[in-house]
């Protein structure tokens, strides 16, 4: 990979975006690498957690990268960001759970990067925030939409209408991140997380990810109704029944993803 680093340490794959001089922007091709990494990793048996992050440490990713978004018009802009809004549709939906590690800035497609994770823990030097209106443009991969669900409408005009940074903590407050750390301490509370996630049940994730992403789209009638099926599905499974015996004998469970 030209723009990442993938490494797997047991059971958690961790993806850093290295474009440290472009304060790891993300261009066509890196987001084409990041989408073959990902789609490898869900193929992946040995895969249980997934970590992606930004070396350095100014930027988690600044953005998308200015040099492209300068050339496009709107037949390539609407392309670039279909593309964008497919790998983070790609990541958002795997079944494998996805933490950001967000070290310094998040902006633009850096927040969009973010927010497409199913769980963020930010340093205490991060920052966020949807800055496109400065550049005459809005956000083009979900940065309008999985903001205001994770923070809300009024929340989310705000931060793109005035295209300001945000904080970590005021990131925290408002829902945008789950957990806020010291710097140092990013990337270990972020593989501690990790491994708690790889020990859990496949399946039982899956499911997890599925509903609650089916049900942020739908009426609750008809959440709750996915919400039942996918609870039939993991009662199907070698791995409730392992949990519940492990619980019945007092002892850790091992699941298998059967």
Do not use: W
Not at 152 to 164: D, F, I, P, T, V
Not at 209 to 223: P, W
């Amino acid at each position: 990979m030209k723009n990442l680093l993938v490494t797997r340490e047991n059971a958690i794959l961790t993806i850093t975006i290295n474009r440290p001089e472009k304060l790891n922007a993300l261009n066509h091709e890196t987001l084409t690498e990041l989408l073959q990494v990902i789609t490898e990793a869900i193929a992946d048996k040995a895969v249980g957690a997934i970590i992606i992050t930004g070396s350095g440490d100014k930027a988690f990713v600044a953005g998308a990268d200015i040099s492209e978004l300068a050339k496009t018009d709107a037949i390539s802009g609407l392309r670039f960001a279909e593309f964008g809004q497919h790998v983070m549709n790609v990541i958002e939906n795997t079944h494998k759970p996805v933490i950001a590690a967000v070290n310094g800035f998040a902006l633009g497609g850096g927040c969009e990067l973010a927010m497409a994770c199913h769980l963020r823990l930010a340093s205490d030097n991060a920052r966020f925030g949807q800055p496109e209106i400065k550049l005459g443009v809005i956000p083009g991969f979900g940065g309008t939409q999985r903001l205001t669900r994770l923070v809300g409408k009024g929340r989310a005009m705000e931060m793109n209408l005035l295209g300001e940074m945000i904080d970590a903590h005021r990131a925290e407050s408002i829902g945008l991140v789950n957990q806020v750390v010291p710097k140092d301490e990013l990337l270990p509370a972020a593989e501690a997380m990790a491994k708690k996630l790889a020990q859990s049940a496949p399946v039982a994730m899956a499911m997890i990810i599925d509903s609650i992403n089916h049900g942020a789209e739908c009426a609750l009638s008809e959440a709750l109704a996915y919400e039942a099926k996918a609870f039939a599905v993991c009662c199907a499974t070698e791995d409730k029944n392992e949990g519940t015996a492990a619980f019945l004998e007092k002892r850790p469970a091992r699941f298998n993803g059967s």
